[in-house]
């Protein structure tokens, strides 16, 4: 049977993409660009369970997500030139970008995904996103 993601650390399985970006304990870490026009990037996804039972980071392509996009669709790198502006050197910055560029895309969709919060304990982040 075709599934979304397993993860890694515990053996979860997400059946399809909208379970995954529903489920309160997956939340955005961190956005690996791709810095060639034919290699894939990547979201990175923590899983974050109470008692420690998981806590591991997982990678997407970014190309699980295309069909979300709902603007230009830009193929060209524009990684280190001119109208570059550094965000993607940072796996970190999950902030948007205004170059037209497919790692801006890529940071267009992800403004939707649930982002992790810093500095934060596992059973804090649980409850942020639960509303608790």
């Keep these: 049977m075709n599934h979304f ?6 053996s979860h399985t997400w059946t399809v993409r909208d379970d995954f970006l529903e489920d309160p304990s997956i939340c955005l870490v961190g956005f690996q660009a791709s810095f060639i026009e034919s290699e ?5 996804f923590n899983h974050i369970l109470d008692g420690d039972q998981c806590n591991t980071t997982l990678m997407v392509k970014v190309e699980d997500f295309l ?30 970008c205004s170059v037209e560029c497919k790692n801006a895309v890529a940071r267009e969709i992800m403004q939707a995904f649930s982002p ?7 059973a804090s982040q649980l409850n942020k996103s639960n509303n608790v």
């Design 116 to 122: 992790c919060v810093r500095d934060m304990g596992v």
């Design 40 to 44: 894939p990037g990547y979201y990175l």
């Design 67 to 96: 069909s979300l996009h709902e603007g230009n669709m830009f193929t060209d790198i524009e990684f280190e030139t001119p109208l570059c502006e550094g965000h993607c050197t940072h796996v970190g910055d999950l902030s948007r």
């Design 5 to 10: 993601k397993t993860c890694s650390k515990c």
